[in-house]
């Protein structure tokens, strides 16, 4: 199942309702300027309440921002000859 999300979510076995959340959670994470009511009623049809909504929309973006600040400062990063 790792293997299979890894390689391409879009195509690994999961139900209905994770590959919808995954889908809004790619366009936040590439564009959140582009998630719009649609997003969220295509979330709500799978049987994400508004408090779901907002919840995947706050972790997905936290992730996103912490990531963001790790590779920023190099966290986790090996030294590379060249790059102090």
């Known amino acids: 199942m790792v293997d299979a999300l890894k390689s391409d979510y879009s195509?690994?076995?999961i139900s209905k309702q994770d590959k919808v959340m995954l889908d809004y959670v790619v366009k936040l994470t590439k564009d959140a300027t582009k998630c719009s009511p649609?997003?969220?009623e295509r979330l709500r049809a799978?049987?994400?309440d508004d408090k779901g909504i907002l919840q995947i929309t706050l972790i997905?973006?936290?992730f996103n921002y912490i990531n963001r600040v790790a590779?920023?400062?190099g966290v986790g990063r090996d030294e590379l000859p060249g790059n102090p």
Request: hydrophobic share 45%.
């Open 11 to 13: 195509t690994a076995p």
């Open 71 to 73: 590779d920023a400062l």
């Open 46 to 48: 799978v049987g994400f």
């Open 60 to 62: 997905a973006s936290w």
């Open 38 to 40: 649609r997003d969220h």
